[in-house]
């Protein structure tokens, strides 16, 4: 009933920039959060920035300062942009929302399929 689309993935050398986007469709009623998620080869998933509805964006301390989310509530759209990347931001970065459906005015969490990111020394 909904879908994440995830894009803007790709490889990029260390200090450089990447958006990365996510377009959330379907029978949404309202989003509660919507967030970025990463996940590098044998670790596990973890937050990376998320914005809640009404309130202010949250960063893990690692991307502070670096990275930025934004949304845009009219398209159901989060944006991540990622500057002065650096080879340990390798990762497959996750798109996630709480959505509360039309159909059944319940809250579900959503995840995208990943987009991979890419970062070389």
């Known amino acids: 009933q909904v879908q994440l689309v995830e894009s803007g993935g790709g490889l990029v050398q260390a200090g450089g920039s990447l958006t990365l986007s996510c377009a959330a469709s379907?029978?949404?009623?309202?989003?509660?959060?919507m967030g970025w998620y990463r996940q590098a080869p044998g670790k596990q998933r973890e937050v990376v920035a998320s914005i809640r509805t009404g309130a202010s964006a949250t960063y893990a301390d690692s991307v502070k300062g670096r990275f930025t989310i934004s949304r845009d509530n009219g398209k159901n759209t989060i944006f991540l942009q990622m500057n002065s990347l650096v080879p340990e931001d390798t990762a497959v970065y996750y798109c996630n929302a709480d959505i509360m459906l039309r159909t059944t005015l319940r809250s579900t969490s959503y995840w995208g399929q990943g987009t991979q990111v890419t970062v070389s020394s």
């Open positions: 379907g029978s949404i009623l309202r989003v509660n959060v």
